[in-house]
């Protein structure tokens, strides 16, 4: 099953595509991971990247487009794969749709007070990916998961908050549109609990 994750930032994706992995036995191809991970080791891409990604804007389509295409002919997305956090753009779309054969984009739907109080108490760990909130961390800056140190990713300050909300009105949002002209989307509540709205995704997969 291929499966595009569409919804603001802050709206559950990374979350959800990191549960629908495991069930799924698919891998999860996020796009703001392997840029991070770049900026991380300094590679040239990462060298590249980095101003955009502090800044909340978006990466050029023709360097985010190839990283995809070369990510999605590996073996291991033969049958299958979650994309989080890409396409977010139509050229970014119709350039999926030239090479790929999508079965689904589900939209996370959540309104902006909750994502704006989710990002601002988001902790991130860098060395297993995984995305955690201060209320269930009782004080600890220590990766649940992995033992690793959680750190507040650069770009969920405030002022770039803003300004990738502010792209994803003007640049993601008419995805939500174009997939649902395909008849492919379908749109799912994020508010609640995480296994409250895993169950949700899955009820819709399942059907
Ligand atoms: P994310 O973790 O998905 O919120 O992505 C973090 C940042 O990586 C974004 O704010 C962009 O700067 C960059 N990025 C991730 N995915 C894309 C994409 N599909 N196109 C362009 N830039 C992207």
Partial sequence: MNIVLLGAPGSGKGTMAQKLTGELNIPQISTGDIFRKNLR???????????IL??????????????????????DCANGYILDGFPRSIVQAKALDSFQNIDFAINLDVDKQTIVSRLSGRRFCPNCSGTFHVSTLENTTVCPVCGGTLIIRKDDSEETVLERFRVYETTTLPLIEYYKAQGKLVTVDGTGGIDVVYRRIMDVLHK
């Fill in 54 to 75: 502090n800044s909340g804007g978006l990466v050029p389509d023709e360097i985010t487009i190839e990283i995809v295409r070369n990510r999605l002919a590996e073996a």
């Fill in 41 to 51: 080791e300094e590679t040239p891409l990462g060298l590249q990247v980095k101003d």
